[in-house]
């Protein structure tokens, strides 16, 4: 079974950076479209940046574009989001998710949610 493992979260000031980590098990993890999600206390999942199977496209919410980038690592099955410019509204609980050559303008999550990694970012 496919699974993800999200990491690198933590507790930064407003302006700080961060880079989450998605690690993806699967043997044709190329394959994948991926895509972030965060989840802030009391509202729903929500899109956050997604990057094609063969990372010639991008695409990136309102929120965040111009924040956050992302990039591929094929070696070791990894999607990083560099969070850059952190703000207060930016925490929340970030997935990583991915669709089998997925758009990158309407990604539907195809794999089992993952635990996420927790972002606060607070004075």
């Known amino acids: 079974q496919v699974q993800l493992l999200e990491s690198g979260g933590g507790l930064v000031q407003p302006g700080e950076s961060l880079t989450l980590s998605c690690v993806i098990s699967a043997r044709t993890s190329s394959r994948y479209t991926m895509g972030w999600f965060r989840q802030a206390p009391g509202k729903e999942r929500e899109f956050v940046a997604a990057i094609s199977w063969n990372a010639e496209g991008t695409n990136y919410a309102d929120a965040v574009k111009g924040r956050f980038t992302l990039l591929r690592e094929y070696l070791n099955n990894t999607v990083l989001l560099r969070m850059n410019d952190l703000k207060p509204e930016d925490t929340a609980v970030y997935y990583c998710?991915?669709?089998?050559?997925?758009?990158?303008?309407?990604?539907?999550?195809?794999?089992?949610w993952g635990q996420g990694t927790q972002v606060t970012v607070s004075s």
């Open positions: 998710n991915a669709e089998v050559t997925g758009s990158i303008w309407y990604l539907r999550p195809s794999l089992p």
